[in-house]
């Protein structure tokens, strides 16, 4: 989806945050093309490194301007894909099925699918790999957090820590690792997404997959090749 210039203008100098609500940084400029759509956002990520972004990883909303992380953004782009690629695929053999296609029409359509399925499958290999690689990372950092409370606790137990310190900075860390399981909960459910979408058979594909679609709001997908 593109934006136009008139509106993304409003945008610029406001935070952005990722699913979970934590701040990643700030909006700071844009890339358009000669239509005035804007392809891609330029973010002050953390006041550390700038990077340009496309579009079509943000959401706007009335609450915040959420910057999906490339994982999700990935995985969701496969498993629409799959999801896409197998509905056709089976709709063409109910149709080849009922004789409402003509078996070179047939051939030649199957023929394409066959391909982009077995393209986007060697893709989400690839996303399955980025979103191991960011399980392993937030599994490292709830260990993390959780040896830093079991510390804290202990050093307040110990009489070393005021007590309205310690509840405050408790607080923090609960909040922080309750993002993190919650991370972790949505990366190990796109795992398991694509994963089924990949071993589903083709002969309940249409009832399952159009369930799905009446349940999930389509989006703009594209295929990497």
């Known amino acids: 989806m593109c934006k136009t210039i008139e509106t993304i203008t409003e945008c610029l100098g406001k935070s952005i945050v990722d699913p979970y609500g934590r701040k990643i940084g700030f909006i ?3 890339c358009s093309d000669i239509d005035g759509n804007i392809k891609t956002l330029e973010v ?5 490194e700038y990077k340009e972004l496309p579009i079509d990883r943000f959401k706007f909303t009335p609450e915040a301007i959420i910057l999906l992380p490339e994982y999700e953004y990935r995985a969701l ?3 629409n894909r799959l999801k896409f690629i197998k509905t056709r695929l089976a709709s063409l053999e109910e149709l080849y099925a009922r004789k409402e296609v003509p078996s070179y029409i047939y051939e030649a359509q199957k023929k394409k699918l066959e391909e982009d399925l077995a393209s986007i499958k ?3 290999r690839e996303v399955k790999d980025l979103l191991r690689t960011r399980l392993h990372e937030v599994e490292e950092q709830i260990a993390e957090i959780e040896k830093a409370i079991s510390a804290f ?3 307040y137990i110990a009489g070393e820590i005021k007590e309205d310190i ?9 909040k922080s690792l309750e993002l993190f399981i919650k991370e972790k909960e949505n990366i190990k459910k796109h795992i398991d997404k694509i994963e089924s979408l990949e071993a589903l ?3 309940p594909a249409i009832t399952q997959l159009k369930e799905g679609q009446n349940r999930e709001q389509p989006i703009n997908v594209v295929l990497v090749e």
């Open 77 to 79: 782009l496969v498993e």
């Open 153 to 155: 606790k202990a050093s």
């Open 44 to 48: 002050n990520m953390n006041e550390i």
């Open 166 to 174: 310690y509840f405050s900075t408790l607080d923090i860390m609960k």
């Open 122 to 124: 060697n893709y989400a």
């Open 28 to 30: 700071v400029s844009y």
């Open 201 to 203: 058979p083709l002969s």
